[in-house]
């Protein structure tokens, strides 16, 4: 159980944001737009903030983990993330690698680094993987994930030099 939930918790820290920074305008390029979903969606996980979090994602949305395993809609998101910022503390790096606008979708694509802490024992652990988010535009304006797919793998950390 805690290594699917480390698992998830990979996928969750990696991807973009909504909330307040989801409105952009049509014309941007989206690089600027998207790195800034990116960091508020690790601050607000960070941050254990999981009403901001559950409102970066479309109602119909779907969080794919990388076993596979599916959390859909709002109420199951908001469980995920429940559990998840119950369990651990993360640190989240992403790289991302490519961003792409299509009309009223969009998609960002990188890898991630992740220092991940449980919160009950305080053991550390490395994550690293791939993540893709898929958003789509509404009507005000507004970037939302309808789709964000994680893989990753995690190692434990290196003990403190000293």
């Known amino acids: 159980m805690r290594g699917l939930l480390a698992m998830v918790l990979l996928g969750m820290w990696t991807t973009a944001a909504a909330g307040q920074a989801s409105h952009a305008p049509h014309g941007d390029d989206g690089k600027n737009v998207f790195g800034a979903l990116r960091q508020e969606w690790a601050r607000n996980l960070h941050d254990k903030h999981v009403d901001a979090s559950v409102a970066e994602y479309a109602a119909d949305a779907e969080f794919i983990n990388p076993d596979g395993s599916r959390a859909h809609g709002t109420a199951e998101l908001r469980h995920l993330f429940e559990t998840v910022t119950g369990m651990f503390d993360s640190d989240l790096v992403f790289e991302s690698k490519k961003v792409e606008i299509s009309g009223d979708l969009a998609y960002d694509s990188g890898t991630y680094q992740e220092g991940l802490?449980?919160?009950?024992?305080?053991?550390?652990?490395?994550?690293?993987?791939?993540?893709?988010?898929?958003?789509?535009?509404?009507?005000?304006?507004?970037?939302?994930?309808?789709?964000?797919?994680?893989?990753?793998?995690?190692?434990?950390?290196?003990?403190?030099?000293?």
Do not use: F
């Not at 490395?126 to 990753?152: F, H, M, N, P």
């Open 117 to 162: 802490t449980v919160r009950a024992t305080g053991k550390a652990q490395r994550a690293s993987g791939s993540y893709l988010t898929v958003y789509r535009r509404g009507k005000d304006g507004a970037w939302l994930i309808v789709e964000q797919v994680w893989t990753g793998a995690m190692t434990d950390a290196a003990p403190p030099q000293g």
